[in-house]
C-alpha cells in the first residue's frame, strides 16, 4: 500500500443534515477562521491539512497575472479570477479579454463543458453548439493567462506547462501570500497546474486580498464590487458577496471555500467528502464566527432539504457564533 496523506486524518463534523427531524447524514471537514491579525479565532479539525485549494486559487493566479502585465480591471479582472455560470454576459467579457490580446476562443486549452447555469446550457445547446473551452467555467482564467503571455512577450501554445514563465510565476505568488512553500503539484480540472497550500494559508491568503494594497488588493477590491461577474445568478458565492460589503469570497471543487473580510479577517474550509451541499451553511456559520453579523448570511447559508419539492429539513453547520 502507498501511503499518502489523508485529508479525512482529524476531520472533525462540521455540518449535519436534518430530514424530518432525524439527522441523515453528516459532513466532516476542517474549518479555520482567522482575525485580522492572524491568530485562530477557530479551528475545527486540522487547519494546517495540505489541501488542492482548486478554484479557491484563481484569485491568486490573478495576482501572479497582474504582476507579469496583464493590464485589465473591473469585470475584466473579475472573470479572470471566476468560476462563471457561462451566461451570456459571461462569454462576452472572456471573448472580450481575448480579442483585446489578439487572440480568440480557439487559443484556449481548457477544458470542453458545458455551461455551468441549465437555462444557459440549454441555450448553447439549442444554438446547436456542444461542448467548449469558452463555455467551460475557467475560461476567464485561462483567457487571462493567454492575455497575460501576450503582455509579458511569452509563449501562449504551452502556457499550461508548469514550467511555463506564467506558471512558475503564479506557484511562487501562492507561497508568498499563503505563506506556505509549495509542497506538491498535479493538474486541476481546467488543465492548469494546480499548487498545493493548507487551509490555514488559504485563509491568510483571503485577508491579503480582502484588506490589502498592491495587486492583491486590486483583485480583492474587484471581485467583491462585481460578484456576478465571479460566479453568477443564484450562485452563493455570489449572494454572499452581495450580501457582506467588503467580503471576498471564492468556491472550489471538491469542498473548498474561502473568504476574506474587509478588516483582514478570513476563512477557508474543506469538506472531506468533496460535496458542496454544506459549504454555504458551513461558510455562513464560520462568517459569523469571524465577525458579520449573521442576519447579513442567514438567507445565503440556508440549505434546504427537500422532499416531493418541499422543505422537509436543512443542512446545519455544528458551530456559529
Given at each position: 500500500?502507498?501511503?499518502?496523506?489523508?485529508?479525512?486524518?482529524?476531520?472533525?463534523?462540521?455540518?449535519?443534515?436534518?430530514?424530518?427531524?432525524?439527522?441523515?447524514?453528516?459532513?466532516?471537514?476542517?474549518?479555520?477562521?482567522?482575525?485580522?491579525?492572524?491568530?485562530?479565532?477557530?479551528?475545527?479539525?486540522?487547519?494546517?491539512?495540505?489541501?488542492?485549494?482548486?478554484?479557491?486559487?484563481k484569485p491568486l493566479q490573478a495576482v501572479a497575472m497582474l504582476r507579469a502585465g496583464l493590464d485589465v480591471d473591473g469585470v475584466d479582472l473579475a472573470l479572470v479570477c471566476a468560476s462563471h455560470n457561462g451566461e451570456p454576459g459571461h462569454l462576452d467579457v472572456v471573448r472580450g479579454l481575448l480579442a483585446g490580446a489578439g487572440l480568440g476562443p480557439d487559443d484556449l486549452h481548457n477544458t470542453p463543458d458545458w455551461p455551468l447555469d441549465a437555462d444557459s446550457a440549454w441555450r448553447w445547446r439549442a444554438e446547436g453548439h456542444g461542448t467548449e473551452p469558452l463555455t467551460q467555467n475557467c475560461s476567464g482564467k485561462h483567457a487571462g493567462m493567454l492575455a497575460t503571455c501576450v503582455a509579458a512577450g511569452w509563449p501562449t501554445a504551452d502556457y499550461l506547462d508548469p514550467e511555463h514563465p506564467l506558471q512558475r510565476a503564479t506557484r511562487d505568488v501562492i507561497a508568498e501570500l499563503t505563506g506556505v512553500p509549495v509542497e506538491r503539484a498535479t493538474v486541476d480540472g481546467c488543465g492548469a497546474p494546480l499548487f498545493s497550500t493548507t487551509l490555514r494559508g488559504l485563509a491568510r491568503s483571503f485577508g491579503h486580498l480582502a484588506s490589502g494594497g498592491g495587486q492583491e488588493g486590486r483583485v480583492g477590491r474587484t471581485m467583491a464590487t462585481h460578484p456576478w461577474h465571479v460566479a453568477g445568478t443564484g450562485r452563493d458565492a455570489t449572494r454572499f458577496m452581495e450580501a457582506v460589503p467588503g467580503l471576498v469570497a471564492k468556491d472550489g471543487a471538491d469542498g473548498v471555500y474561502a473568504a476574506g473580510l474587509a478588516d483582514g479577517g478570513a476563512?477557508?474550509?474543506?469538506?472531506?467528502?468533496?460535496?458542496?451541499?454544506?459549504?454555504?451553511?458551513?461558510l455562513a456559520a464560520a462568517l459569523t464566527v469571524a465577525g458579520v453579523d449573521p442576519t447579513l448570511v442567514a438567507a445565503v447559508g440556508l440549505t434546504p432539504v427537500l422532499g416531493h419539492g418541499a422543505p422537509v429539513g436543512e443542512v446545519l453547520a455544528t458551530f456559529g457564533a
Open positions: 500500500m502507498v501511503s499518502v496523506p489523508d485529508i479525512g486524518t482529524a476531520a472533525v463534523p462540521l455540518a449535519r443534515v436534518l430530514r424530518g427531524g432525524l439527522v441523515e447524514s453528516v459532513h466532516f471537514g476542517h474549518v479555520v477562521v482567522l482575525a485580522p491579525d492572524g491568530s485562530e479565532r477557530l479551528v475545527l479539525g486540522d487547519a494546517d491539512a495540505t489541501v488542492w485549494a482548486r478554484s479557491s486559487l476563512v477557508a474550509l474543506k469538506i472531506v467528502d468533496g460535496s458542496s451541499r454544506p459549504r454555504p451553511a458551513v
